[in-house]
């Protein structure tokens, strides 16, 4: 109690000085908010880490294993990946988003199947049922699985305990069930047989909706009896295509608009041509001065294009000057010696030896060697690159630079691998994907050298190189479908194996685009998020943070009802073990794909790219030809990984936006 | 004790408002007023009854005792939604926000606007998005990115987002539970600002704090809580902030522990 009249004033001080202070800070807090381009704005997203991981995963398997990258491959793959994992991993993301576990979703799975199966059979046949209509079934399971959510979520509501020993009780319950039931009506372990329909049909007439619903739930698609022989044309272009709006969408989105020169549009078109002319060439020939006159005719392709692109639209770099660090310097020697020892490495492969065996076995000496190789070229790739980070620091003509000088390394590599392999996939495929990279290495550091990048907002911009982007992913996706859903009779006169895509993938990617919706624009995806971030401030602000939960319990109920129908109509018949188990992998494909063990953060879209990672270490491990034990070893690290991978972009989304 | 004459119904009367609990007496006595335009202080120290009467006003707990009139109409809350609805919006201490989401799903969470037909109606996020950054603009706070999660910004934005969302809900009473008490002196400037603010817009504010060099600037009415008793219930030209200390902490109190320490101080 001092001096009141100076108290007083201190006290009123603040405001006042404050207004100056606030006003002037938050517009200068907005000039310090530094431009995020666009590489940065991908990497907080939830989903961008799993994404990498099966690019990434995909690389490993497809170098290990012969059948890996072929259609038939890919179409189990696909398969496993789509049902019951994927549509379960999608719905459980949702729940844990949600902040909630549900151990009784693969339970739930064969539940439904079995429900299903006993309600269309005949009360009078050898085996006992309900003898419905298959439409009737179809919603009596349906709301018998709602109810099964139902009771989840109300439970956990009401008891406010946990929803891991909820789930577990409720776990338990359906697996009991499902043997009980199955022992009680129909006296075996297992339910079916569902195609008996058809037979019935044949008998009495009326198939009960069989034959359509079959169709709906387990069609096919053979692509041995799908002949197109225009495809490759229509797959080499829609991939150029789709490559090349990718490349000019990030580069929009990356520079910085300018007057720009109309003469490079011209530029533009020649590149593309070369391209094309390259790719073509490159493509047609197997001898080694074609493929080098091929992989040049690309590289200056893409130069020429793309420095044209830049000129037609960007600003030119004033900043010049160039400094480089002494720390970059030391990454840049690391860089050159790990790749240099990879290089003697694999001299000491023994070629004879390289063609029995996939190129990385794990079991044999050249694989071990093989295997040093790629752990001394992912170590120089990485230390190159991190010299690119700490040359960009001080200038970026410096980094620049040494982007290039990373480019030819991988251009050499690629060279190398070309002379050195036995096998035909790393002569041709390997070849031109290192090839392809090293050349666009190149490519954008020279225009990034010669052209300014973005420093701010600019929303036509981003807009367009968005939509570049999206067309160019699309044109990708209509790429590989082509390859992947139509043969050649070349490729049929080498006696391919059948290959089959089922309708399920289709359900897979149906769900999990309704689901992404609803999560990223609706009410119910933001009443989510916060019921599982927050709880009780949802609750304060009028969110329905139980009925909230009740809903997510019945849309993992719902998502096991489709997936208990769809494996009704693959299986016919159905065990009575059919799903119990499967709940952790599930939960693990979500966590995968980016979603919080601890709620409020997440993917659903990751959670389906999750299931493509799981689903690769399946069909991969025995095609690499390990034994498949191995299987959880790798999804046992997959899951380290990605969780410690996921807080750390979670640490980077709360902290640094 | 006096009131000042005004012409208007005040917003929020109350009169001789008791709690109990059981034999525990929780709040008796307390007599004040909020007007529309005006910040009405609710001084106290810890324990002094602060907590229960926010929560008699904004619908938690019900008041046993005494007259609790809203725009003239005695009533008595069932619920914080019932409060909600007749105008009384509070912002506790914990703020009611998801840390992960963003400014914009914050600001709306639970009356988020739509647009399309149900079963496709989804979130008009261009417009949720506009509205946030309007009127966080108009508390005086330029939110440069609404897609910035809440967690991400400082104590005292996030007080200006629950704020400023209160206000757009149509509140006409504000009730601010210790809105300063965790922040640095110049984050609690910009609060108080923010209180000013919402003010001058003709909201009736309720400001709760424990430091009277924060409520004496802003408030232009002072009631003094002290173990469940009102030790008061001034208008701003009644009392100095040095009074209002001196009352805060039961000024005997205050002026022996005084006596104590610079006995401490100049030493033996």
Redesign the interface.
């Known amino acids: 109690m001092s001096s009141p009249t100076t108290e007083q004033g201190d006290s009123i001080e603040p405001i006042a000085a404050g207004d100056d202070r606030v006003s002037g800070g938050v517009a200068a807090g907005d000039e310090r908010l530094a431009y995020r381009g666009v590489f940065q704005r991908l990497l907080v997203q939830p989903e961008i880490g799993a994404f990498i991981a099966a690019i990434a995963i995909w690389v490993f398997f497809w170098s290990v294993s012969v059948p890996f990258g072929k259609a038939s491959g890919a179409s189990s793959i696909l398969d496993v990946a789509a049902s019951p994992l994927g549509i379960m991993a999608v719905a459980v993301a949702m729940l844990m988003i949600g902040g909630e576990f549900d151990l009784s979703s693969g339970a739930a799975t064969g539940a439904l199947g079995i429900v299903l199966v006993l309600l269309v059979r005949d009360v009078t046949g050898e085996l006992a049922g309900a003898g419905f209509n298959l439409y009737v079934a179809l919603f009596l399971s349906l709301l018998a699985a709602l109810a099964i959510g139902w009771f989840n979520g109300a439970m956990v509501n009401r008891t406010s305990l946990p929803s891991f020993i909820v789930t577990l009780g409720t776990f338990f319950i359906l697996r009991g069930a499902k043997l009980g039931f199955s022992k009680l009506i129909v006296e075996q372990i297992q339910v079916g047989k569902l195609d008996d329909l058809e037979i019935f049909a044949e008998e009495n007439g009326g198939d009960r909706g069989y034959g359509f619903l079959s169709k709906v739930f387990a069609g096919e698609w053979n692509r041995n009896t799908h002949i197109w022989e225009g495809r490759d044309n229509v797959y080499i272009i829609a991939a150029i295509v789709g490559f090349a709006l990718l490349v000019l969408g990030i580069y929009e989105l990356n520079h910085r608009r300018g007057k720009g020169n109309p003469i490079g549009y011209g530029l533009f078109l020649g590149g593309i041509g070369l391209l094309i002319f390259g790719v073509l060439t490159l493509h047609n020939t197997d001898d080694i001065s074609g493929n080098r006159l091929g992989a040049l005719l690309m590289f200056a392709g893409m130069l020429v294009g793309l420095v044209g692109w830049s000129l037609a639209r960007f600003d030119r770099n004033e900043s010049t000057g160039f400094a480089l660090p002494a720390n970059a310097l030391q990454m840049l020697v690391a860089g050159v010696v790990s790749l240099g020892l990879a290089v003697f490495w694999a001299l000491r492969l023994d070629p004879d030896n390289s063609e029995n065996i996939s190129w990385l076995a794990l079991v044999t000496e050249q694989g071990a060697r093989a295997i040093l190789f790629m752990v001394f070229v992912c170590a120089g790739a990485i230390f190159l690159l991190m010299a690119v980070n700490r040359a960009r620091h001080s200038s970026d003509t410096g980094g620049s630079l040494l982007l290039a000088l990373t480019g030819a390394a991988t251009v050499a590599m690629a060279f190398f691998i070309r002379s050195e392999s036995g096998t035909h996939k790393f002569r041709t495929g390997a070849f031109s994907a290192l090839l392809i990279i090293g050349g666009l290495i190149i490519v954008w550091s020279v225009t990034s050298m010669l052209f300014a990048k973005r420093n701010q907002v600019v929303p036509g911009a981003d807009r367009f190189g968005l939509t570049m982007i999206v067309a160019g992913l699309l044109s990708l996706i209509a790429s590989i479908g082509a390859r992947l859903l139509w043969v050649t009779q070349a490729e049929l006169d080498a006696e391919i194996p059948r290959t089959i895509f089922s309708v399920r993938i289709l359900w897979f990617i149906a769900f999990t685009a309704v689901i992404t919706w609803v999560l990223r624009r609706t009410k119910f995806g933001s009443w989510t998020f916060a019921v599982g971030g927050n709880k009780e401030a949802s609750r304060q602000v009028g969110v329905p943070a139980g009925r909230t939960k009740i809903q997510l319990f019945m849309l993992v109920s719902f998502a096991a009802w489709l997936v208990g129908i769809l494996l009704a109509f693959r299986l016919n018949t159905i065990q009575a073990s059919t799903g119990d188990g499967e709940e952790f992998e599930y939960i693990i494909a979500a966590v995968v794909g980016g979603t919080a063990l601890t709620g409020g953060y997440g993917s659903t879209f990751g959670a389906a790219i999750g299931a493509f990672i799981m689903a690769m270490a399946v069909q991969g491990i025995p095609s690499a030809r390990w034994n498949s034990d191995w299987r959880f070893l790798f999804v046992g690290t997959i899951l380290l990984l990605a969780v410690i991978a996921n807080n750390y972009i979670r640490a980077k989304a709360e902290a640094s936006r | 004790m006096s009131t000042t004459e005004n012409s208007a119904t005040p917003l929020l009367e109350l009169e001789d408002i008791g709690k109990f609990y059981g034999n525990i007496i929780a709040l008796q006595g307390v007599t004040t007023e909020v007007l529309a335009g005006k910040v009405t202080c609710v001084l106290g120290d810890n324990g002094a009854g602060k907590s229960t009467f926010i929560k008699i006003l904004a619908g938690v707990h019900q008041h046993d005792a005494g007259e609790f009139r809203l725009e003239g109409n005695a009533v008595n809350f069932t619920s914080?939604?019932d409060a909600?609805d007749s105008g009384i919006a509070a912002v506790?201490q914990?703020?009611?926000?998801?840390?992960?989401?963003s400014v914009w799903?914050n600001f709306?969470?639970?009356?988020?606007p739509?647009k399309g037909v149900w079963p496709f109606?989804?979130?008009d996020?261009k417009k949720a998005k506009s509205i946030a950054k309007e009127e966080m603009a108009k508390m005086?706070?330029?939110i440069?990115?609404t897609?910035?999660?809440v967690?991400?910004l400082s104590g005292g934005e996030r007080q200006s987002v629950a704020i400023a969302?209160a206000v757009y809900f149509g509140a006409k009473v504000l009730i601010l539970d210790e809105p300063t008490s965790a922040l640095g002196?110049?984050q609690?400037?910009?609060v108080?600002?923010y209180i000013?603010e919402a003010a001058k817009r003709g909201l009736g504010v309720i400001f709760i704090t424990h430091n009277p060099?924060?409520a004496?600037?802003?408030g232009d009415r002072f009631l003094i809580l002290n173990r469940g008793q009102s030790m008061g219930n001034f208008a701003k030209d009644e009392i100095?902030?040095?009074e209002l200390?001196?009352l805060m902490a039961g000024g005997a109190e205050?002026e022996e522990l005084?006596g104590e320490l610079k006995a401490a101080i100049s030493g033996p």
């Open positions: 914080p939604r909600l506790y914990d703020l009611a926000m998801v840390p992960l989401m799903r709306f969470l639970g009356a988020e739509t109606r989804w979130i996020k005086g706070i330029d440069r990115d897609e910035q999660p967690g991400t969302r002196v110049k609690s400037g910009v108080l600002r000013v060099r924060h004496y600037p802003v100095t902030i040095d200390t001196q205050l005084e």
